[in-house]
């Protein structure tokens, strides 16, 4: 059985030339799979009935399954989904009320490698990189569930998108190409592997780019992040501004204000040292404790006063919304458990 999803348009057309049939044929299916998210051949309808047949005998639209779904109060949306080898991850869809915008959260890995000790996925380990069609079959999962059009990706859930190189940059071309999802609404959150982040500047097609940062402070960020120890905070800086030169973008810093730890006064004022001569937005994301946590949520009080610290050296600054906590989708949270 051969997995429509591996599929490009050219290599469609090999596949129902294949099949012995007209290579316009791939043109329909091609617009049925990625464009209007149909998850069976049945509906396909302007495509003839025997062909329908022949593919029902010899493909599949998508080999993964829909291991479970939870649905968050705030319409949030989280799958686990199940791959061929029965490996599992997660991937989130998260709406916004007051936008139209429809944000899918992919994994990029099966577990991770990187130790955040914060960090849900981490404490599962690693277990394989996930290939460039499955991260896009979490996208077209969601759209076949739904029924809506996904208009924005974020490479934010498990896994460290940087440590799967070829397949990510593979997939971030799919979306773009397949999904019709334009390149700046395409944005890879990594940890901060400091010579990927160059080596993304190369690509074809660049995306958006997100770092956790979460702490300004080298001594502190090596206790919650072990790539510390790797890419220092200077040499991070160093890529990033490689980053901003080479592709004319901002990067928008992700930090996890932990209560008492990376949410002081004195975090607030290294960040703003590092972040002096860097082309950047920050995201503070109040921290969400996850089982046995040691950390602790941040007071609103301690939120509100690090944010006003950074504004008022100029630096434009969000507060993440919590989407999903309720079902563990929120940042840091995805630990695929079934
Ligand atoms: S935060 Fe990201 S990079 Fe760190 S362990 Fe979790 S999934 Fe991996």
Redesign the pocket.
């Known amino acids: 059985m051969e997995t429509l999803a591996k599929l490009n348009l050219s290599q469609l057309e090999e596949f129902v030339e294949a099949l012995g049939e007209k290579k316009f044929r791939a043109k329909q299916l091609y617009s049925w799979i990625y464009t209007k998210s149909a998850d069976n051949f049945d509906k396909m309808t302007d495509i003839k009935k025997d062909f329908r047949e022949k593919l029902k005998q010899s493909a599949v639209v998508l080999d993964t399954k829909i291991k479970k779904k939870q649905v968050s109060k705030d319409g949030t949306i989280k799958y686990l989904i199940e791959f061929q080898d029965g490996k599992c991850a997660e991937c989130v869809l998260m709406r916004f009320d007051n936008r139209a915008n429809l944000s899918a959260c992919v994994s990029s890995q099966v577990g991770?490698?990187?130790?955040?000790d914060f960090?849900a996925?981490?404490k599962s380990g690693f277990q394989r990189n996930l290939e460039a069609y499955e991260i896009l079959s979490q996208i077209l999962t969601i759209q076949q569930d739904t029924g809506l059009k996904v208009t924005n990706v974020v490479f934010m859930g498990?896994?460290?998108p940087l440590n799967n190189f070829d397949n990510v940059s593979e997939a971030i071309k799919r979306i773009n190409e397949d999904l019709q999802i334009g390149i700046r609404r395409i944005t890879l959150s990594t940890?901060g592997i400091a010579q990927k982040i160059k080596e993304l500047c190369s690509c074809e097609l660049v995306p958006t780019l997100a770092i956790?940062l979460h702490c300004a402070d080298s001594e502190i960020r090596k206790q919650i992040?072990p790539?510390e120890k790797k890419y220092n905070l200077s040499e991070l800086k160093e890529a990033l501004k490689y980053y901003c030169d080479k592709t004319g973008k901002r990067v928008t810093l992700e930090y996890i204000l932990i209560g008492g730890l990376t949410d002081t006064k004195e975090m607030a004022q290294k960040l703003c040292e590092y972040i002096s001569d860097l082309k950047c937005n920050i995201n503070l994301i109040p921290y969400n404790p996850i089982d046995c946590s040691k950390y602790k949520k941040p007071t609103k009080k301690d939120t509100m006063l690090f944010k006003y610290l950074l504004e008022s050296q100029g630096k434009k600054v969000t507060i993440r919304l919590e989407r999903g906590a309720d079902i563990d989708a929120a940042c840091?949270q995805l630990a695929g458990k079934a």
Do not use: K, R, W
């Open positions: 991770c490698l990187m130790g955040c960090c996925t981490a498990q896994g460290e940890c956790s992040m790539v840091g």
